[in-house]
């Protein structure tokens, strides 16, 4: 690599870049979960995981001579070698011992009203001319300090940064930059008619009657709805950002937040409802609004007004922030979910419903089929909703002992000199195989850091598995290549990118060694969940798995069982070779 745009043009998305502002929500997991993090400067991690996460890709710098040593083997900069910021590059290199990639298009042609641009937004600059989507954390116009140096002194760069951040259409903020929860507390408070549980009138005139559902409740106010939804049989969950409501709401499962709230939960739900709420938050918060409810839930419905109010709260703050029309409501909620739009009850008013795109399993309607279903699981089976990061450390015990001296052997018989082990952990089987087979891994967060700085033999691809993107291989070598998918899907909330990514490099593959437990033979045949292992989600029994790969479209070469662990030997994890 020559330039900065060329790594940034080859790291996998979503990418996520990480400020040094202080934030007062707890993100960290939600960084750590999008597949590349880029840093600044001095950033820190340690003491500060749950706030910034632990997940490093690369750090962004200027080598400025305030800039702490890290040693790592390649960092960036967004400015180019003849910048101005650049000044102190060379003795940083030399110091460091890093290679510093220098930006090949000049940022400040590109950005002419900010006569200083700091590190972060020149980078952002460099990411929208490349026209590559970005999530940013930590960055809030340097209104607060950075987050492991409150001492320090405020930033000279100019606050209106952040404007002009929110006016790129690449760009997520993740932040709190607008007064609203402080405004509509001033309205709820001092104005009766605000008092009004708007969500539970549109409810009762849709005739709805949700029962024995998820369901997320946000912008509850006094709470109302969501008390009637828990009175029918639902699991609710309210999210109110207002003080004066959320202290109202009757309901026990309740959160004081903004829509950053979303990033905090991993349980799937059925089902969020927003009545009157969208139309108050800024265009960008609103996106962030949708990206985490399509991750999150199946389903929504929504009212949103598209005539322009005359509310206006404490300091004459306007209440309603996005005046749009209805067409438009259409194509940004149309990216996110299958939508329906409907006149609502009043003049101006629109009535959304749709089901989220990423969630949408399968090509039968979720309406006719249980979650259990789309797996070919038992309808009585209980799945574990949250996830676990499971970090492949040391342990005395190896589990699944035999699957890669069998993958070894499959290979061989198919003349592949190439494995490819999707979900490799630290690759603890897979790299003593390196002297046999040229071995690419593919894994997320400290996984695939250890294998890269742990092993000098093959080829390390950060992919989150849950959104699995085309891998970059060749089809000659995919041709040539082996897939081994061991003691994976058990650990997927959603397996079905993975699921569709294997399915794609089976037309070229000759095929992948899928391993998991059986959890009849490793649980007993009444066993009907949740998992033992925290970190699984859901376990199959080899029959359930053989009906689960038919209906996703593969073709079964050989199935049977092999040992679970080299200390028992018991004989319980399902070994299937398919192909497509």
Not at 313 to 329: D, H, I, P, V, Y
Not at 400 to 410: F, G, K, N, T, W
Not at 441 to 453: A, E, P, S
Not at 541 to 560: A, D, P, W, Y
Request: glycine share 6%; net charge negative.
């Amino acid at each position: 690599m020559k330039f900065t745009e060329d790594f940034l043009i080859s790291i996998p998305s979503p990418i996520a870049l990480v400020g040094n502002a202080t934030s007062a929500e707890d993100l960290g997991v939600a960084i750590d979960n999008n597949a590349s993090v880029i840093r600044f400067n001095n950033f820190e991690i340690l003491g500060y995981e749950r706030h910034v996460g632990r997940k490093t890709t690369v750090r962004c710098t200027t080598g400025w001579n305030d800039i702490a040593i890290r040693s790592p083997a390649l960092e960036i900069s967004p400015f180019t070698k003849d910048a101005t910021e650049s000044f102190h590059s060379e003795t940083y290199t030399r110091r460091s011992g890093s290679t510093l990639l220098h930006a090949k298009i000049d940022i400040h042609d590109h950005s002419p009203n900010i006569k200083n641009p700091s590190t972060g937004f020149a980078l952002i600059i460099l990411f929208k001319i490349l026209n590559i989507k970005i999530k940013l954390f930590g960055f809030d116009g340097f209104r607060t300090k950075n987050y492991y140096d409150v001492n320090r002194r405020l930033s000279t760069h100019a606050t209106s940064e952040l404007a002009s951040i929110l006016d790129m259409e690449h760009v997520l903020v993740y932040g709190e930059h607008n007064p609203f929860p402080k405004t509509v507390d001033f309205c709820r408070e001092h104005h009766s008619h605000n008092k009004i549980n708007k969500g539970l009138e549109i409810y009762k005139k849709l005739n709805l009657a949700h029962r024995n559902m998820r369901i997320i409740e946000f912008g509850a106010g006094n709470g109302d709805l969501g008390a009637l939804l828990q009175r029918n049989g639902n699991h609710v969950l309210a999210i109110e950002a207002c003080k004066f409501a959320f202290e109202q709401i009757p309901i026990q499962n309740k959160i004081n937040g903004s829509h950053l709230k979303l990033l905090q939960i991993f349980e799937i739900y059925d089902l969020i409802v927003a009545f009157d709420v969208l139309e108050h938050m800024t265009e960008n918060d609103i996106k962030v609004f949708l990206t985490e409810s399509s991750r999150i839930t199946r389903k929504i419905i929504f009212s949103i007004s598209v005539t322009s109010s005359c509310s206006f709260g404490q300091n004459e703050a306007r209440l309603q922030l996005t005046t749009k029309t209805s067409e438009w409501w259409h194509r940004l909620l149309a990216e996110f979910f299958h939508v329906d739009i409907t006149q609502g009850f009043e003049p101006g008013q629109i009535i959304v419903t749709g089901q989220s795109l990423k969630l949408d399993y399968s090509s039968s309607s979720p309406e006719k089929l249980s979650v259990n279903k789309l797996f070919c699981l038992p309808e009585a089976y209980i799945q574990r909703h949250r996830p676990y990061y499971y970090e492949d450390t040391q342990q005395e015990i190896t589990y699944q002992p035999d699957v890669y001296r069998i993958a070894a052997e499959v290979a061989e018989n198919n003349s592949c000199n190439y494995l490819l082990d999707i979900g490799c952990g630290q690759a603890r089987k897979l790299a003593p195989l390196g002297a046999r087979f040229n071995i690419i891994g593919v894994d997320y967060l400290t996984n695939i850091q250890f294998c890269r700085d742990s092993y000098n033999l093959g080829i390390w691809i950060e992919s989150n598995l849950e959104e699995i993107e085309l891998l970059p291989i060749p089809k000659d070598v995919l041709s040539r290549t082996l897939i081994i998918c061991a003691d994976v899907l058990e650990h997927l909330v959603n397996p079905f990118p993975l699921v569709d990514q294997l399915l794609l490099l089976l037309k070229y593959a000759p095929g992948v060694l899928i391993s998991t437990p059986d959890r009849s033979l490793t649980h007993g045949p009444e066993h009907l969940g949740p998992p033992p292992n925290q970190a699984h989600i859901r376990e199959w029994n080899i029959n359930e798995l053989h009906n689960f790969f038919m209906k996703e479209g593969f073709k079964i070469k050989s199935l049977g069982h092999t040992r679970s662990d080299d200390k028992t030997n018991i004989i319980a994890t399902a070994l299937f070779l398919l192909t497509s």
